[in-house]
């Protein structure tokens, strides 16, 4: 494979430093025009209103251009070309310049809190647009809509530390204060945002406590990379099919483990499936990764444990030297570096190495498995013996529907 090189500096916004010198605060606000009671009721920012669409139209449609200009116009600079492959790219002091995380690294699950930072705190001027359903279903644009407080909108905003152009944050209901955590609308959301873009190259990725989220407030990030990631590329093998017309597959030839969900009958059958899946590995307290890919019609759920080693005192030294923690994008394949020396080195073998170690093992990720396919309705998943092949020509060639599961309302039909 190639590798691409690309130099993008870092960019710290003044509202996510510390507060050791406060603006002065004339009378009606606090001087800041920050996203809070104090000034936020007689804010106006951009509003993008996506058309809302019940039945099979959102899950279908091909990548193409959008109705009304999305992204593209609104927040990109740039399109980065490339070649197939890993993507390295080096982005130095970003690791000193960008906000610690603040909590703690082994529960995926945290209240919410308001005294450390979050999205409440940054400046109106960060933020791009709102985005919600239309009224009318009709894809609409408002240069300048009121802030509705009452109904908590969903945000877009620019990312403060940036790995690419277009780097940008979707916040699920900000006022409402969530916690990093995903449930059925705020993933649903997620998915008609990159329906709207209509792009192949505009991806969403969400990195969980544990997994490398650095704030513990609801949000996911999205950006443009004109080349496919690694990860998309990597062959897989269907192991179920559900009655909502959800495929769902397991990665193969890939060093970490991950499963792929395809399909539906609408947008919501596809979101319900990935996110009841995100939800059980919540609940039972594994850390994890999302890629939403191919116009919202694929998306990649990768449980990780590279955090859990580093406590453990089990990753190599070396790599831990490198200063990388593999979120959603080192993951999929766009490898941010923080040295120069690890720049000059890039190798797809030394990207290889490194996400073999956020990998789960072979045992621990199909007993993570049996969970997921049980919560989404898959419950004998565990009786049934699911054949591993290396080569995904075998796979497509000799897997046929073996066993039908029912649990509630959901059908389930396994591949063997």
Same mark, same amino acid.
């Given at each position: 494979?190639?590798?691409?090189?690309? =130099?993008?500096?870092?960019?710290?916004?003044?509202?996510?430093?510390?507060?050791?010198?406060?603006?002065? =605060?004339?009378?009606?606000?606090?001087?800041?025009?920050?996203?809070?009671?104090?000034?936020?009721?007689?804010?106006?920012?951009?509003?993008?209103?996506?058309?809302?669409?019940?039945?099979?139209?959102?899950?279908?449609?091909?990548?193409?251009?959008?109705?009304?200009?999305?992204?593209?116009?609104?927040?990109?600079?740039?399109?980065?070309?490339?070649?197939?492959?890993?993507?390295?790219?080096?982005?130095?002091? =970003?690791?000193?310049?960008?906000?610690?995380?603040?909590?703690?690294?082994?529960?995926?699950?945290?209240?919410?809190?308001?005294?450390?930072?979050?999205?409440?705190?940054?400046?109106?001027?960060?933020?791009?647009?709102?985005?919600?359903?239309?009224?009318?279903?009709?894809?609409?644009?408002?240069?300048?809509?009121?802030?509705?407080?009452?109904?908590?909108?969903?945000?877009?905003?620019?990312?403060?530390?940036?790995?690419?152009?277009?780097?940008?944050?979707?916040?699920?209901?900000?006022?409402?204060?969530?916690?990093?955590?995903?449930?059925?609308?705020?993933?649903?959301?997620?998915?008609?945002?990159?329906?709207?873009?209509?792009?192949?190259?505009?991806?969403?990725?969400?990195?969980?406590?544990?997994?490398?989220?650095?704030?513990?407030?609801?949000?996911?990030?999205?950006?443009?990379?004109?080349?496919?990631?690694?990860?998309?590329?990597?062959?897989?093998?269907?192991?179920?099919?559900?009655?909502?017309?959800?495929?769902?597959?397991?990665?193969?030839?890939?060093?970490?483990?991950?499963?792929?969900?395809?399909?539906?009958?609408?947008?919501?059958?596809?979101?319900?499936?990935?996110?009841?899946?995100?939800?059980?590995?919540?609940?039972?307290?594994?850390?994890?990764?999302?890629?939403?890919?191919?116009?919202?019609?694929?998306?990649?759920?990768?449980?990780?444990?590279?955090?859990?080693?580093?406590?453990?005192?089990?990753?190599?030294?070396?790599?831990?030297?490198?200063?990388?923690?593999?979120?959603?994008?080192?993951?999929?394949?766009?490898?941010?570096?923080?040295?120069?020396?690890?720049?000059?080195?890039?190798?797809?073998?030394?990207?290889?190495?490194?996400?073999?170690?956020?990998?789960?093992?072979?045992?621990?990720?199909?007993?993570?498995?049996?969970?997921?396919?049980?919560?989404?309705?898959?419950?004998?998943?565990?009786?049934?013996?699911?054949?591993?092949?290396?080569?995904?020509?075998?796979?497509?060639?000799?897997?046929?529907?073996?066993?039908?599961?029912?649990?509630?309302?959901?059908?389930?039909?396994?591949?063997?």
């Amino acid at each position: 494979m190639m590798l691409k090189i690309k =130099r993008v500096p870092t960019v710290v916004s003044n509202y996510q430093k510390d507060e050791a010198a406060e603006p002065a =605060r004339p009378v009606g606000g606090c001087g800041r025009k920050c996203l809070k009671a104090c000034c936020i009721p007689d804010a106006k920012l951009p509003l993008y209103a996506f058309k809302k669409v019940n039945g099979k139209d959102l899950a279908v449609n091909e990548c193409g251009e959008p109705p009304l200009a999305f992204l593209d116009s609104l927040i990109l600079g740039e399109v980065i070309p490339g070649e197939y492959g890993f993507v390295a790219q080096l982005n130095e002091g =970003r690791h000193l310049k960008k906000r610690p995380t603040e909590f703690r690294v082994d529960k995926v699950l945290q209240p919410f809190d308001e005294n450390k930072f979050n999205f409440t705190k940054v400046g109106q001027e960060e933020v791009i647009f709102q985005f919600e359903a239309s009224d009318d279903g009709q894809v609409q644009f408002f240069p300048n809509a009121p802030v509705d407080v009452d109904n908590s909108p969903s945000f877009v905003a620019i990312n403060v530390s940036p790995i690419e152009y277009g780097h940008v944050l979707l916040i699920p209901h900000i006022f409402e204060r969530l916690p990093q955590r995903i449930d059925r609308e705020s993933f649903l959301l997620a998915l008609h945002m990159a329906v709207e873009a209509n792009n192949p190259y505009f991806r969403l990725g969400y990195n969980s406590l544990g997994a490398f989220a650095t704030i513990n407030h609801l949000h996911f990030q999205a950006y443009y990379l004109a080349l496919p990631f690694p990860i998309e590329k990597a062959p897989t093998k269907k192991i179920a099919n559900l009655n909502g017309g959800v495929k769902i597959s397991e990665l193969l030839k890939y060093p970490v483990r991950g499963l792929v969900f395809e399909g539906g009958d609408t947008l919501e059958d596809l979101s319900n499936v990935v996110s009841d899946a995100c939800i059980c590995l919540q609940n039972n307290n594994i850390p994890f990764n999302v890629l939403i890919s191919d116009c919202g019609k694929q998306v990649f759920l990768l449980p990780q444990c590279y955090a859990e080693k580093q406590a453990l005192g089990e990753v190599d030294p070396e790599l831990l030297d490198t200063q990388v923690n593999p979120a959603v994008w080192e993951i999929s394949g766009h490898m941010v570096l923080k040295r120069k020396k690890d720049y000059d080195e890039a190798s797809e073998g030394n990207a290889w190495r490194l996400l073999a170690e956020v990998s789960l093992s072979e045992e621990r990720f199909q007993e993570v498995n049996e969970l997921v396919f049980e919560a989404i309705g898959c419950a004998e998943l565990d009786d049934v013996n699911v054949e591993r092949v290396k080569e995904v020509d075998e796979v497509n060639s000799s897997a046929q529907p073996s066993t039908v599961v029912v649990a509630g309302s959901q059908e389930c039909v396994v591949l063997q």
